[in-house]
């Protein structure tokens, strides 16, 4: 018998066991309420705890992600709510609770999903600031969804027609409360969208309890405001708290008279402030107008309106002052390099051979080649010499040659 059953190792015992937790969807995510001992935080940042009531215990695991959004600090023997998936934890073979979210046992379990609700639509970017858009200054009409019953409606349009008469309202009714709230509000929001010819939209009610006000604190119509492509005000009627409506929305007003006025300008105000602009402009225009008359007048009676023809004689005068200026500028440019030019070519003729061939001198060059003699000792006798005179040269044949020495004695005796 023994032979034919097949035997399984622990590992594939604690693997069907895991798989079959991981298949429940009811595990997959669920509330608890018990009482926390065993606590211990480790040094990773998890948190290790059991949940425990009068009959039995529970291992639960909150990792550190998880623990950055706690909203408290969890102790031995507090009453808490945890949400999370039941799974197995192989090496020890041990099924816990993995905790998403921890919130004290008096929370209570609708907050408590609020809350952890809150959290995912923040992370998503839903209530995002930097995307909520400007309502327009002055709408041509209003969408409301509200309900039919409810006074919201009425105050709206009391308050829309006090301050700007003729404004166009369109109501989109829709149930505020109840089984099919959520529905009714999302459609009404996506048909005044897909119908797309109000400015802005108001969603509100005339106040409630927290059950009552339960439908503005669903996903559902949080998504639906999101992508709503009109500006939305919210104006559910609570002075202090906030739903997660008020969160995503453009603009939120304690009420529907509030969101009105927060919506609607009003036009006796508008109608003083056109009046104003219109008083400046035509003291801008008419200041405009006086300067350029000003203007005009100082240029008919200036002398080149008034005698032209004087004007263009004194210009011509003035042209030919500057002529003769530059005439006489030229001149003395042109006097003083000639002097310069002068005074060069003196100094190089100064500096030419030619001058002191002129004085009597002569150039001595050994012939054929040309090699300027400097000394008596550069020749030999019967060397041929050329002899440079300031007119012609002479072709010679060196005789004798007498050193320096013998030369000077020689000049000394004449």
Request: proline share 4%; net charge positive; charged share 30%.
């Amino acid at each position: 018998m023994l032979n034919r059953q097949r035997i399984l190792t622990i590992s594939e015992v604690t693997f069907y066991i895991k798989a079959l937790l991981d298949k429940d969807i009811r595990l997959s995510n669920l509330w608890v309420k018990g009482e926390i001992s065993n606590l211990k935080w480790h040094s990773s940042g998890h948190l290790y705890f059991s949940l425990k009531d009068k009959v039995a215990a529970l291992r639960c695991v909150m990792f550190q992600g998880r623990c950055r959004n706690l909203g408290f600090r969890p102790e031995n023997g507090k009453q808490v709510i945890a949400r999370g998936y039941i799974s197995v934890y192989e090496r020890d073979g041990l099924y816990q609770l993995y905790v998403q979210d921890l919130y004290p046992a008096g929370m209570g379990l609708i907050e408590a999903a609020l809350q952890e609700l809150k959290k995912r639509l923040e992370k998503e970017g839903l209530f995002d600031p930097t995307r909520k858009r400007p309502l327009p200054k002055l709408p041509q009409r209003i969408g409301l969804v509200t309900s039919l019953d409810g006074a919201a409606w009425r105050d709206v349009f009391t308050v829309v027609r006090r301050r700007y008469p003729g404004m166009g309202i369109v109501l989109a009714p829709a149930s505020v409360q109840g089984e099919t709230a959520v529905e009714e509000i999302v459609a009404a929001i996506e048909n005044l969208n897909r119908w797309g010819k109000v400015d802005v939209i108001i969603v509100g009610r005339g106040g409630g309890s927290t059950e009552e006000l339960s439908a503005f604190n669903t996903e559902e119509v949080a998504r639906a405001i999101y992508a709503s492509r009109i500006p939305v005000i919210t104006a559910v009627g609570h002075e202090t708290d906030y739903t997660i409506a008020d969160l995503v929305a453009d603009r939120r007003a304690p009420t529907p008279s509030a969101a009105a006025e927060m919506a609607v300008p009003v036009r006796a105000e508008l109608e003083r402030e056109v009046l104003k602009l219109k008083e400046r402009l035509d003291r801008s225009v008419l200041y405009r107008l006086q300067f350029m008359k000003e203007r005009l007048e100082r240029l008919v009676q200036s002398r080149g309106l008034a005698r032209p023809e004087q004007e263009i004689y004194s210009r011509q005068q003035y042209l030919d002052v500057l002529e003769q200026r530059l005439e006489a500028a030229w001149s003395l440019l042109w006097q003083e390099r000639a002097k310069k030019l002068e005074l060069l070519i003196t100094r190089l003729e100064a500096a030419s051979p030619l001058t002191v061939l002129r004085r009597g001198y002569a150039v001595c060059r050994t012939y054929p080649d040309g090699r300027v003699v400097r000394c008596s000792n550069e020749v030999n006798p019967g060397d041929r010499v050329e002899v440079i005179l300031r007119a012609g040269a002479l072709q010679c044949l060196v005789d004798k040659v007498e050193g320096e020495r013998s030369w000077q004695e020689k000049e000394k005796g004449n």
